[in-house]
């Protein structure tokens, strides 16, 4: 797949991209937690920031706005972020990291690669009528984080292919003819799952097991008449 020459990676004068890269290594793992307390806190942060910028979107929020959510000094902000841009990144990866994961038990179980596909969407659903800024903040992150953006939807892509790959060679689905018919139809999919999850997730909240229903259905049998 080609790879997007986008980045977020701050500009050094002087310096070549791997410098930056080692630089931008070292300052994040500087401010990593060490300690349970400290992730306990970094975790509120994230948590206040999440409802921050998903209410007031990234121009409007404010690093004050968010310790105030989290109930925390201004300077245990700046033990765990440099900036706004910075916890505005680690929010993305961490909602990333929230959708993979409540998905991942659902592909666990009976029946076959489309009943799995099924449950995942029904969780997926889930997860997003509960935390509804999940689209405001994947939406702005194509401007504030264009790396973390495609990184978002790259990734969930690559997991679909993926399963699809092991499940063409169960039997359980028709395998394609080439790696990019393979890649064409595993974002067609996920871009069906994020519009019916704008639609009935966002928009309106509507029971999760049966859009997803609707969905495994098209998966199943496609338009043709039977």
């Known amino acids: 797949m080609a790879q997007s020459n986008r980045g977020t990676k701050p500009v050094v004068v002087g310096t070549s991209g791997d410098e930056r890269d080692v630089r931008s290594a070292s300052a994040s793992s500087s401010k990593a937690p060490r300690t349970a307390r400290g992730e306990r806190t970094r975790r509120k942060i994230l948590d206040a920031a999440l409802y921050e910028f998903g209410e007031r979107g990234f121009s409007d929020a404010s690093i004050v706005g968010i310790t105030s959510r989290a109930k925390v000094a201004l300077g245990t902000f700046y033990t765990y972020f440099d ?4 916890v505005f990144r680690a929010v993305v990866g961490d909602l990333s990291d929230l959708v993979r994961t409540r998905v991942a038990p659902m592909l666990e179980g009976e029946g076959d690669a489309i009943d799995r596909e099924r449950r995942a969407l029904a969780a997926l659903l889930e997860l997003i009528a509960s935390r509804k800024q999940v689209y405001r903040i994947i939406d702005e992150a194509e401007f504030v984080d264009p790396a973390g953006y495609e990184r978002h939807y790259t ?22 003819e080439s790696d990019f018919a393979e890649e064409v139809r595993a974002w067609a999919i996920m871009g069906a799952n994020v519009f019916v999850g704008l639609r009935f997730g966002v928009w309106e909240t509507a029971d999760a097991d049966k859009v997803a229903e609707v969905v495994s259905r098209l998966l199943r049998h496609g338009l043709e008449p039977r």
């Open 83 to 86: 900036s706004k841009e910075e």
């Open 155 to 176: 990734g969930a892509a690559e997991r679909i292919g993926r399963r699809l790959r092991e499940a063409a060679s169960a039997g359980e689905v028709v395998a394609e």
